[in-house]
């Protein structure tokens, strides 16, 4: 296992959450790294990406101005904080680590994803 996400649990609408994922080998210093989601009975989605160094980002417009993605400084972890959440973000959320330094939009440009972490938001 490269990617360990964790923070996920159960609150109610309105609350925040932030996730964490923990680089365990290092691996994604120099890669761009994306926040996905997938809900029961639907396709893995993205929800937000960052870029190697944290200077672009990317949110899915679902997400914009409630959900914001960081590197941590000197640590190989990125971070979702999450405000604000509705009943519609439950999910299990994983990260991935892109192929290049940028961030991506297509899964396909993905690997070494992580085992993902439940969130569930009640109303």
């Known amino acids: 296992v490269q990617l360990q996400a964790s923070g996920g649990g159960s609150v109610q609408a309105g609350d925040s959450l932030r996730l964490s994922c923990a680089d365990l080998?290092?691996?994604?210093?120099?890669?761009?790294v994306g926040w996905f989601r997938q809900a029961p009975g639907k396709e893995r989605e993205l929800v937000a990406a960052?870029?190697?160094?944290?200077?672009?980002?990317y949110y899915a417009d679902f997400v914009k101005g409630r959900f914001t993605i960081s590197r941590g400084k000197g640590e190989n972890t990125v971070y979702l904080q999450m405000n604000n959440l509705k009943p519609e973000d439950t999910a299990v959320y994983y990260c991935a680590k892109s192929r290049t330094a940028g961030y991506a939009i297509s899964r396909r440009d993905y690997v070494s994803w992580g085992q993902g972490t439940q969130v569930t938001v009640s109303s």
């Open positions: 960052i870029n190697w160094s944290g200077s672009s980002t």
């Open positions: 080998r290092r691996t994604f210093t120099n890669n761009g």
